[in-house]
């Protein structure tokens, strides 16, 4: 059973590496660079995590990585992307220190019951990892956020950015404004994502907790449903936080670069 898994999961890359350069072409191809860039860099951190690097560092230095990569890589030098990594470190630092302690208050992190009532994991792995669980928890937390947030900050930015290469007379709170408009637009379809993508992981899961009969007051206090939730609902915040935070970023690029910048992308 485990090599036809192994052939499912060649089958369905090379699937997808086809599609996105059928489709994608250049920029399909681009894309693919870049995933397998970013692949890269969590290969790395989950070696120097198991190495004993300060993770609080690694999740910084790692973050600023597959930001640059995924924006700069792709879309290139310019206002909007360097507004929109701007924007992504930024909220990443804005909620370093919330994610940290909501985690170690709540006790959320490592094994949960369902993990630590199978037996079948607690005999074919060691939970002897030498590893600080609360910085795994806070790592996982930042990372599931982060594509949310590159999203929106470079969607907001492209947005605010077109809009000013086509009318640059437009005020700062004009320009705010549009800025708002797109985050209302993307915000309520990106929270969504966000939401079905944790529902449709853990269909299973709701499918057994429904057979043993568990009552609603153990299931909103368990760890295992906290632990998903809080990621959900980080990444929620998060995209909320981008949209304020990408238009003062973007504006004062704008600012910064000026019209001669303007007629170089043109």
Known sequence: MEKEWQKM?????????????????????????????????LFFSIMLMSAGFPVLLLILVAGAGVCYISL??????????????????????????????????????????IQISEDDFMYYYSTDLHINMLHVGIFVTVFSTLGAVIDTALSV???????WTHKNSLTAKELTASGYQVGKEIIGTTVNTLLFAYLGGTILLFSYIQTQ??????????????????????????????VPVSIRCIIRQIHRTGPEEKQSDL
């Not at 090379?14 to 397998?36: Q, Y």
């Not at 030098?77 to 994610?99: G, S």
């Not at 959900?232 to 915040?237: D, E, N, P, T, W």
Request: with cysteine; glycine share 8%; proline share 2%.
């Open 9 to 41: 999961i060649i089958f369905l890359t090379l699937v997808l590496i086809m599609l996105m350069v059928l489709i994608g072409g250049e920029r399909g191809a681009m894309s693919i660079m870049t995933l397998a860039g970013n692949i890269v860099i």
């Open 213 to 242: 009969q568990y009552t609603l007051e153990i299931i909103l206090n368990s760890q295992f449903l906290f632990q998903d939730v809080a990621v959900m609902l980080f990444g929620a915040v998060a995209c909320l936080i981008t």
């Open 72 to 113: 700069f890589y792709q879309n290139g030098n310019n206002p909007k992307t360097r507004a929109a990594f701007l924007a992504t470190l930024l909220v990443m630092l804005l909620l370093f220190v919330p994610i940290y302690i909501i985690t170690w208050r709540s006790g959320s992190y490592g094994l949960n019951e």
């Open 157 to 163: 930015t492209s947005s605010v950015y077109e809009v």
